[in-house]
């Protein structure tokens, strides 16, 4: 069973910035569309980034637009989140999402989002003063 693994959160303070990771643990990835999604604590998972296949195309939820970037590198099966300026209300867990069906764009709206096929276990951020 493929999977995929986050690296990268942690402790950081009010504008600072933080860089998750998500590698996949098969190359066939690198032809999937990737996704990172969070859930803060007693909310729903919401969508914050989407990467096409070959990095041509992202998809960003509106309250990260402009602080966070999404990018990917298919030699290494990983696909980035640069988390910058930072706020309190980015704090939540952080999970990596790919699926080799369903386009970058779909990723950002799609419903339910278990319909994507690959789930990394996640990865805390917490912000703080």
């Known amino acids: 069973q493929a999977t995929l693994s986050e690296l990268g959160g942690g402790l950081v303070q009010i504008g600072g910035s933080l860089r998750l990771a998500c590698t996949a643990s098969e190359p066939s990835f690198s032809t999937k569309a990737k996704g990172w999604f969070r859930q803060a604590p007693g909310k729903e998972r919401e969508f914050v980034a989407s990467i096409s296949w070959n990095g041509g195309s992202t998809y960003y939820a509106d309250d990260v637009q402009g602080r966070f970037i999404i990018s990917r590198d298919n030699a290494k099966n990983t696909v980035y989140l640069q988390m910058n300026s930072l706020k309190p209300e980015d704090t939540a867990v952080y999970y990596c999402?790919?699926?080799?069906?369903?386009?970058?764009?779909?990723?950002?709206?799609?419903?339910?989002?278990?319909?994507?096929?690959?789930w990394g276990q996640g990865t805390q951020v917490t912000v703080s003063a």
């Open positions: 999402a790919a699926d080799a069906h369903i386009s970058a764009q779909a990723i950002a709206t799609i419903t339910p989002m278990s319909l994507i096929g690959y």
